[in-house]
């Protein structure tokens, strides 16, 4: 463990230099400040490292992960991300990206206490119990685990699109889509779900803010 520890600042030495060897203004070029035209809303998971699955470099993606890539309205962290990102840099596109495999989405299907976090695992079973009907319909568990992924993201783009930031933008014209993706542990590949949202109508009326 401790020669694991080691290797990661040998490695960022090593990346330093193949960064300046490709490009010697790299990191003068960054510290000038960013622009980055995507906000990236996804799962803490080791195995789903936003920028490499992309292939975006640094200074193309401001990034916000938690567990389950959840938009929970009264939090601080996500909405000083969102808001940040909206206002000030000013990002055309918020994709939120889950994926198969998600263990905080598998434990909202048990009932199953961890701990601390079973709290915050509530939120998805909110998910669960909104889409209970089409859920419960499932037989085959992978199928249902699946599908339960692929809804909470559904869930977590309408979350985004709630918040009086996303609904601000759109009413003052600001070019501003929001995504939902899959990412796929086993064979890296992501599912666009093709649900993206431009505009406050696809809201249920009851949470379209006159502004
Ligand atoms: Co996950």
């Not at 290797?7 to 300046?20: A, Q």
């Not at 009932?111 to 509530?122: A, E, F, M, Q, S």
């Not at 949202?197 to 949470?207: I, K, P, T, W």
Request: charge should be negative; hydrophobic fraction near 40%; charged fraction near 25%.
């Amino acid at each position: 463990m401790e020669a694991f520890y080691k290797k990661l600042l040998d490695n960022n030495k090593r990346w330093v230099e193949s960064k300046l060897n490709l490009d010697p203004e790299f990191f003068k070029k960054l510290s000038s400040g960013q622009k980055p035209p995507v906000l990236w809303i996804g799962c803490a998971d080791s195995r789903v490292p936003a920028n490499d699955i992309i292939g975006a470099d640094p200074g193309e993606v401001f990034v916000h992960r938690n567990i389950a890539n959840m938009v929970v309205h009264s939090d601080m962290n996500m909405l000083s991300v969102l808001d940040y990102a909206v206002n000030v840099l000013e990002v055309k596109h918020v994709i939120v990206c889950g994926h198969y495999g998600c263990g905080g989405v598998q434990t909202a299907m048990t009932n199953k206490h961890v701990g601390l976090i079973d709290n915050w695992i509530r939120h998805i079973k909110d998910v669960y119990r909104f889409h209970q009907e089409e859920l419960n319909n499932i037989e085959n568990e992978k199928d249902r685990f699946n599908r339960f992924v692929e809804l909470n993201v559904v869930e977590q783009v309408l979350n985004v699109a709630k918040t009086s930031i996303v609904q601000s933008a759109w009413e003052r014209g600001q070019n501003l889509h929001v995504h939902g993706w899959v990412y796929d542990i086993h064979d890296g590949l992501i599912n666009d779900l093709d649900i993206t949202l431009r505009d406050n109508q696809s809201l249920s009326q009851v949470y379209q803010l006159d502004l």
